[in-house]
């Protein structure tokens, strides 16, 4: 059927209720998104240019932040619009790639957690072969696997939601499109698609919590049998980050899609959405640099090397000047 529709455009009227309080939620979501933006990107330039950084976890944590900031660059800017003048208007076409973007990252950020969960696994459960299974290979292969199954999974709800009639209302209170939010609009029967998405749902991110919530059983029984406070506490502080994480992206995402809409008020479900889909793209770049050694040193060297390149820039531009100077006298 495709879209042939009487809908052409959607609203998102975002947070109406707050209209007293735009300027100050539009400069704080502002400070959020460039603040995410550069946490992300500084991770990623940290791993290409910090020797010490090579390394199989660091290589994960920046797929993370590739995964942050396509989400952060879906969500924000249609946001911040919707905030600043009280609504947003989108077309039909715009709304299911918005939410295409949404399902991609946030399908790949589940299955790459628990290949991040395994990575910590074998450090800490079986150390002595970590280096022959988290080898390159398998590294940039369970990476490429954990965007196609996003890719894929984006593919087979997008050309479910293409197919259906959308007409009627053609508002969405909401300040991004979601999955329910869309079904919403259309005449069509939605039961297909439902079973479809609660069983994409299970594969890909309750499959990947199990994997988790075993990893981490197992990783919790071997700290407990160190004899020493000190070397339990080095083995914890070791997946401490992720599991910080993996809480807070969890806990709110099967809050908002494993319980009930109807038993959620419709303002704690547009702030638990805003957890996981700004808070926590904002939040994993602080928790995996402040509480890491390793990326806190290599931060340390980038700044005075940076700060040694606008000098010596500096330097450059002043002196060829003053051979310009001298040539013109």
Request: net charge neutral; with cysteine; hydrophobic share 50%.
């Amino acid at each position: 059927m495709g879209l042939t529709n009487n809908i052409t455009s959607i609203v998102l009227l975002g947070f109406p209720n707050l209209q007293n309080f735009t300027f100050l939620l539009f400069s704080l979501l502002d400070i959020i998104y460039c603040v995410t933006i550069f946490g992300n990107l500084l991770i990623i330039a940290l791993y290409l240019v910090s020797r010490n950084l090579q390394s199989p976890m660091y290589f994960f944590i920046t797929q993370l932040s590739l995964c942050d900031i396509l989400l952060t660059t879906d969500i924000m800017p249609i946001l911040l619009h919707t905030v600043l003048y009280g609504g947003s208007t989108i077309t039909l076409i715009g709304c299911i790639i918005q939410f295409s973007v949404f399902v991609t990252s946030e399908s790949s950020e589940c299955l790459l957690l628990s290949v991040m969960s395994y990575d910590r696994y074998l450090a800490i459960c079986n150390p002595f072969r970590y280096n022959s299974i988290m080898d390159h290979t398998f590294c940039v292969t369970s990476v490429i696997v954990t965007w196609l199954v996003g890719f894929m999974v984006m593919l087979i709800c997008t050309i479910s939601i293409y197919n259906l009639h959308f007409c009627g209302l053609h508002v969405i209170d909401h300040f991004y499109c979601d999955f329910e939010p869309i079904l919403q609009l259309s005449c069509s029967d939605t039961s297909i698609i439902h079973k479809e998405v609660l069983i994409l749902g299970f594969l890909v991110v309750m499959g990947p919590f199990i994997i988790i919530v075993m990893s981490y059983l197992y990783i919790v029984i071997t700290i407990l049998k160190i004899p020493s406070n000190t070397g339990r506490h080095k083995a914890f502080s070791t997946c401490s980050s992720h599991l910080i994480v993996v809480s807070l992206f969890y806990g709110t995402i099967i809050i908002v899609y494993m319980f009930p809409p109807r038993g959620q008020s419709l303002i704690l479900s547009k702030v638990l959405s805003l957890i996981y889909t700004v808070v926590i793209p904002l939040l994993n770049p602080i928790i995996y640099t402040l509480r890491n050694k390793d990326f806190t040193e290599a931060s340390i060297k980038f700044s005075f090397l940076f700060k040694f390149l606008i000098k010596n820039t500096s330097l450059i531009k002043c002196g060829v000047k003053v051979h310009k100077d001298k040539n013109i006298t």
